[in-house]
């Protein structure tokens, strides 16, 4: 118990103290980088002042990585240079079992990063997102170009050019209905198509009808039975894209099955989903990493542990760029994507520890 209570003194205060540190170097950074804008815009002190405020959280959930990774770097490394591990190691207690408080910690810290992202910094993200873009005047459109919807259970596929919300029309219309089986039944092809309350349902204008009749097409008069069930609303077609990144995981999952019913890609966005769950694991690999290159160096601990931190942080996430790429293109599974390098860095920690002073 003794001995938990000294590793802890000596790594909390350097952890909040690094934690804060980076924290603050992000807000500013965003600060500066929009500064201009707010200047241009005259945009109110108090209003930056809450969009900082609302993107603190976020600061500290990239920072957390980074301030832990520091913080057990430097207290390891301050005790192997004032040879205080090596009055442990002497009374026979091992660098693993010394550590193991820390690897407990950075374990659980670990699963309170996953909870604060999905409750905490999502919201507040996206409140900053919602308030800088109002105060700066930047509008979303939700017009869209190029759709594709699946609609009835797949029996009705609605493909259009081009969605203008204003108007709430379709243009270059192409609908096809399909029997329960799925087989083809009746194309409708319609210059363009307007949104009428009154009816809830699109109205075609130049509207040509092909039916199926198991065998070619035959061009027909429009089915009204057939007009009555494009009733999918307007809301559907708009520009509706959802950042993974910025919603919580139940919004995510949600968002993914809409992709996946559709028959739209959804790799990239599958990916992102499983690094909500793989990224906080960071918090653990990079304990063990330090655990693992402890003992490299007695002088200049200070700048060693900032640049090892920095170097396998840097490492990491590159790892975890291109495996998210390599997923994005179908090259591996989005599962891997997001995991691989969660697997990689703990075998390398493995190994790093196993040849490391004990």
């Given amino acids: 118990m003794t001995l938990i209570k000294y590793i802890f003194k000596k790594f909390l205060p350097v952890f909040f103290g690094a934690l804060i540190f980076f924290?603050?170097?992000?807000?500013?950074?965003?600060?500066?980088?929009?500064?201009?804008?707010?200047?241009?815009?005259?945009?109110?002190?108090?209003?930056?002042?809450?969009?900082?405020?609302?993107?603190?959280?976020?600061?500290?959930?990239?920072?957390?990585?980074?301030?832990?990774?520091?913080?057990?770097?430097?207290?390891?490394?301050?005790?192997y240079a004032g040879n205080e591990l090596e009055a442990l190691f002497s009374c026979g207690v091992s660098l693993f079992r010394f550590t193991?408080?820390?690897?407990?910690?950075?374990?659980?810290?670990?699963?309170?990063?996953?909870?604060?992202?999905?409750?905490?910094?999502?919201?507040?993200?996206?409140?900053?997102?919602?308030?800088?873009?109002?105060?700066l005047g930047v509008e979303k459109s939700l017009n869209n170009d190029r759709i594709v919807i699946l609609s009835d259970q797949g029996r009705i596929i609605y493909k259009a050019n081009e969605y203008l919300d204003k108007q709430k029309r379709l243009y270059d219309l192409t609908l096809v209905f399909r029997n329960d089986d799925k087989s083809l039944k009746a194309v409708i092809f319609a210059q363009n198509a307007s949104w009428s309350e009154e009816e809830a349902r699109w109205i075609l204008t130049r509207a040509e009808q092909f039916t199926h009749d198991g065998k070619t097409l035959t061009k027909t008069q429009c089915d009204?039975?057939?007009?009555?069930?494009?009733?999918?609303?307007?809301?559907?077609?708009?520009?509706?894209?959802?950042s993974i990144e910025e919603v919580n995981t139940t919004e995510a999952r949600t968002y993914i099955n809409h992709l996946q019913r559709a028959g739209l890609p959804h790799d990239e966005e599958l990916s992102v989903y499983y690094k909500k769950f793989s990224f906080p694991f960071i918090v653990f690999i990079v304990v063990f990493l330090s655990i693992g290159l402890t003992g490299k160096t007695k002088k200049n601990v200070l700048l060693v542990s900032l640049a090892s931190s920095i170097s396998a942080?840097?490492?990491?996430?590159?790892?975890?760029?291109?495996?998210?790429?390599?997923?994005?293109?179908?090259?591996?599974?989005?599962?891997?994507?997001?995991?691989?390098?969660?697997?990689l860095f703990t075998i390398l920690s493995i190994i790093l520890l196993r040849f490391s002073r004990t």
């Fill in 23 to 79: 924290s603050m170097v992000l807000v500013l950074v965003d600060l500066l980088m929009n500064l201009w804008q707010f200047i241009q815009n005259e945009v109110a002190v108090k209003d930056v002042g809450r969009i900082m405020l609302y993107y603190i959280p976020k600061t500290l959930w990239y920072s957390v990585p980074l301030a832990i990774l520091f913080a057990s770097s430097f207290t390891l490394s301050n005790l």
């Fill in 100 to 135: 193991l408080p820390m690897l407990i910690f950075s374990f659980a810290m670990s699963f309170a990063l996953f909870f604060f992202e999905n409750r905490i910094v999502v919201p507040t993200y996206s409140k900053k997102v919602t308030l800088q873009n109002t105060v």
């Fill in 224 to 242: 009204e039975e057939l007009l009555s069930r494009i009733d999918e609303p307007y809301e559907t077609f708009r520009n509706n894209t959802v």
């Fill in 313 to 343: 942080a840097v490492l990491f996430y590159v790892t975890q760029m291109v495996t998210m790429l390599l997923a994005k293109f179908g090259y591996i599974t989005a599962f891997s994507g997001a995991w691989i390098p969660v697997i």
